[in-house]
T-cell receptor, first 118, second 111 residues
């Protein structure tokens, strides 16, 4: 049963520390999304990649957040320095979009990484 | 930017009742997703539809593109259907094809 794997599942850190979250998308999927969920804002798109290239990261605070896909099996989301307002659950999702088409097919979500910044 | 509105925000019903959750969006889309998030936090994709109706078990999703509206129905509801149901609009045209999410509908089915 193919799944999206996210690590860590839980992270508690102090303000100012660097946080790195990792995501292993489903093998063969060519689109990877990072979302953040908070009680106040609900789910928000942070960034997404198609064939490892970043397509949209307009939802991400650029001064402290960065997202990369060093290879097809790994996506990372880094926060440096972290702040208490970054406390949220961060979800990764992957999907397959055939070449030449816009839009993602049904997405598979990871279990999320719950971040608490003290 | 697409505005996605869901109603109701909260819904409590008795086991066996027919449930309807509504979703409206402001800008044309390429597809509409329905997601289910259980108390443990995991998110499961239920449906992706761009026209008409889809059915899976006791779940039915419909979309009216002209009216920019979608509904999720649950027939013969059961306590295990208790979850947050989220609709998400997949933007069409120029640029991002990421999702814009509604705030979710918190459904509780009582035995």
């Amino acid at each position: 049963d193919a799944r999206v794997t996210q690590t860590p599942r839980h992270k508690v850190t102090e303000m100012g520390q660097e946080v790195t979250m990792r995501c292993q998308p489903i093998l063969g999927h060519n689109t990877v999304f990072w979302y953040r969920q908070t009680m106040m804002q609900g789910l928000e798109l942070l960034a997404y990649f198609r064939n490892r290239a970043p397509l949209d990261d307009s939802g991400m605070p650029k001064d402290r957040f960065s997202a990369e896909m060093p290879d097809a099996t790994l996506a990372t989301l880094k926060i440096q320095p972290s702040e208490p307002r970054d406390s949220a659950v961060y979800f990764c999702a992957s999907g397959l979009v055939p070449d030449g088409r816009a839009g993602a097919n049904v997405l598979t979500f990871g279990a999320g990484s719950r971040l608490t910044v003290l | 930017k697409n505005e996605v509105e869901q109603s109701p925000q909260n819904l409590t019903a008795q086991e066996g009742e027919f449930i309807t959750i509504n979703c409206s969006y402001s800008v044309g889309i390429s597809a509409l997703h329905w997601l289910q998030q259980h108390p443990g936090g995991g998110i499961v994709s239920l449906f992706m539809l761009s026209s008409g109706k889809k059915k899976h078990g006791r779940l039915i999703a419909t979309i009216n593109i002209q009216e920019k509206h979608s509904s999720l129905h649950i027939t013969a509801s059961h306590p295990r259907d208790s979850a947050v149901y989220i609709c998400a609009a997949q933007n069409s045209g120029g640029g991002a094809d990421g999702l814009t999410f509604g705030k979710g509908t918190h459904l509780i089915i009582q035995p």
